[in-house]
Every structure is written in C-alpha cells, then in structure tokens.
Nanobody
C-alpha cells in the first residue's frame, strides 16, 4: 500500500521561503511521477510541480514558475523549495504519486503566507 507523508508546511511572511518534503513508502513499481498539487479554499486543486522517477524533466504550474523548485532527494523523497512566497500561495499542499492510471495522495500540509 502506497503511503505519502508530507512535512514542512507552516506560516511565513510574504517574500519568505519554505521547503516541503514528501516521503513515499510501499512503492513497488518503477517509472512513476511524483510531485505536488495545492488547493486553496473555494478553488480547484492545481498542479504545483512534478518530476518523473527515476529520471525526467520537472513540470511546473504557471503560477509558480521561477519561484518554486522541485527536487528528487532520493528514490522515494521529493522536496519543494518555495521562494518569494505570495499570499496567493496560501493553500493545502498535497503530495501525489501517479503510476499508470493510479493516483496516490498524501493528507496534505498547510502553507499560509501572511503578514
């Protein structure tokens, strides 16, 4: 059973930085995509950034390009470095693994950008 554990959320001032991490367990397959989505109150869940395993180019949502960077720390861990945070980045951030047609989601971590 695939399980995803997110960490690193919190409260930060506009212009600040945060780093999120996601650790996957129970993965027995190869060639999957792993990354981050977010959902703000009253809005649909949207892509933040994803990257393929074992290798592949990252994909970013338009609203975070140039500010966020996704990295694969090891085979089962991805991190999201978020810089120049804005109030509109406030959301619950979810880790996701996609393998073939199957999606696995973490429980999410709250990121709040406010002064």
């Amino acid at each position: 059973q695939v399980q995803l554990a997110e960490s690193g959320g919190g409260l930060v001032q506009p212009g600040g930085s945060l780093r999120l991490s996601c650790v996957a367990s129970g993965i027995t397959f190869s060639f999957y995509r792993m990354g981050w989505y977010r959902q703000a109150p009253g809005k649909e869940r949207e892509l933040v950034a994803t990257v393929s395993s074992p290798v592949g180019s990252p994909e970013y949502g338009d609203s975070v390009k140039g500010r966020f960077t996704i990295s694969r720390d090891n085979a089962k861990t991805v991190s999201l470095q978020m810089n120049s945070l804005k109030p509109e980045d406030t959301a619950v951030y979810y880790c996701k693994v996609r393998w073939r047609t199957f999606d696995y989601w973490g429980r999410g971590t709250q990121v709040t950008v406010s002064s």
